[in-house]
Nanobody, 125 residues
């Protein structure tokens, strides 16, 4: 069992930056692949980024590639999402997620087992 708690959301102007953090608790939290998804109003939840348990591999949605960076600190059981050059279309509730094994369909939310409560990110134009 893994519990996830996100923090770091807020309001930022277009072009600005935010850093989201996710604290994972549980005896084997560092053994899980971690990811970020987001859900904008009226839209389905979509994949943003993922990182393997070791941190050696990362994956990004095309819409955030080059602007967002996912990282993790297994000693602290945290995963972060550094978001730069934010756009109004990045406005959404951002969710942290965890799965024991990161499969090839990592972009599909149904393959993730644990979820945080979400944190709001609002980018003003």
């Amino acid at each position: 069992q893994v519990q996830l708690v996100e923090s770091g959301g807020g309001l930022v102007q277009a072009g600005g930056s935010l850093r989201l953090s996710c604290a994972a608790s549980g005896r084997t939290a560092s053994a899980y692949a971690m990811g970020w998804f987001r859900q904008a109003p009226g839209k389905e939840r979509e994949f943003v980024a993922a990182i393997t348990a070791s941190g050696s591999n990362t994956y990004y949605a095309d819409s955030v590639k080059g602007r967002f960076t996912i990282s993790r600190d297994n000693a602290k059981n945290t995963v972060s999402l550094q978001m730069n050059s934010l756009k109004p279309e990045d406005t959404a509730v951002y969710y942290c997620a965890a799965v024991h094994i990161l499969g090839i369909s990592y972009y599909y939310e149904g393959n993730w087992h644990y979820w945080g409560q979400g944190t709001q990110v609002t980018v003003s134009s």
